[in-house]
């Protein structure tokens, strides 16, 4: 049984440019939900995807964007990149019903410059 | 809106003892679940204990249980016989089972770190 993989494990990007993060979720997961954590804090959540759709959205702008495939894995997308996006982005998967909880990815550290 | 609130920024404790880490958190939800996850320098968020609010039992899992206090919205972590593994940032996460757009929204509080010394 695999868990989650994210790619890559760490990026730098210029202000203003996009990115895109990878997220494949854990054998028989349909769930992915992401989030970013500052360094030193405790992660936000973004949003989460369920059957290739948004469902559920933290406080973070739409140039934050992702989707899921068919497959359940999922992208995490941020357009026009801001000094303050430089955090660790962590993927989890799981069930619907959440009966045996979330499975996290190690995370890709995205430093914007 | 939901808060979890860690107030030990860091703890240490000697390998073998027991340590306990605080958290607590505010709902107007009364169907939640908490959780107690810790992270070592990998990055990748470990589940340690989970707890259903509507159960009245704290939760254990080998070394490590929980004090949870529903009327006061505690939610401690004990680690008996610490080991040097243990050493990592602990955070503790609330979700509210409301339904829908819910699901999968975890809470974290600022996290403590526990460095277990030997």
């Known amino acids: 049984e695999t868990g989650v993989t994210q790619s890559p494990t760490h990026l730098i990007k210029t202000r203003g440019q996009q990115v895109t993060l990878r997220c494949s979720s854990q054998s028989g997961h349909n769930t992915v939900s992401w989030y970013q954590q500052a360094l030193g804090q405790g992660p936000q959540f973004i949003f989460q995807?369920?059957?290739?759709?948004?469902?559920g959205r933290g406080n973070f702008p739409p140039r934050f964007s992702g989707l899921q495939f068919p497959n359940y894995s999922s992208e995490l997308n941020v357009n026009a990149l801001e000094l303050d996006d430089s955090a660790l982005y962590l993927c989890a998967s799981s069930l619907w019903d959440r009966l045996y909880g979330y499975t996290f990815g190690s995370g890709t550290r995205l430093t914007v410059v | 809106a939901q808060t979890v609130t860690q107030s030990q920024p860091e703890m240490s404790v000697q390998e073998a003892e027991t340590v306990t880490l605080s958290c607590t958190y505010d709902t107007s939800e009364s169907n939640y679940y908490l959780f107690w996850y810790k992270q070592p320098p990998s990055r990748q968020m470990i589940l340690v204990i989970r707890?259903?609010?509507?159960?009245?039992q704290n939760a254990t899992e080998n070394r490590f249980s929980v004090n949870f206090q529903k009327a006061a919205k505690s939610f401690s972590l004990k680690i008996s016989d610490s080991q040097l593994g243990d050493t990592a940032m602990y955070f503790c996460a609330l979700e509210v089972n409301a339904g829908g757009t819910s699901y999968g929204k975890l809470t974290f509080g600022q996290g403590t770190i526990l460095t277990v010394h030997p």
């Open positions: 707890q259903e609010a509507y159960k009245q």
């Open positions: 995807y369920y059957r290739e759709e948004e469902n």
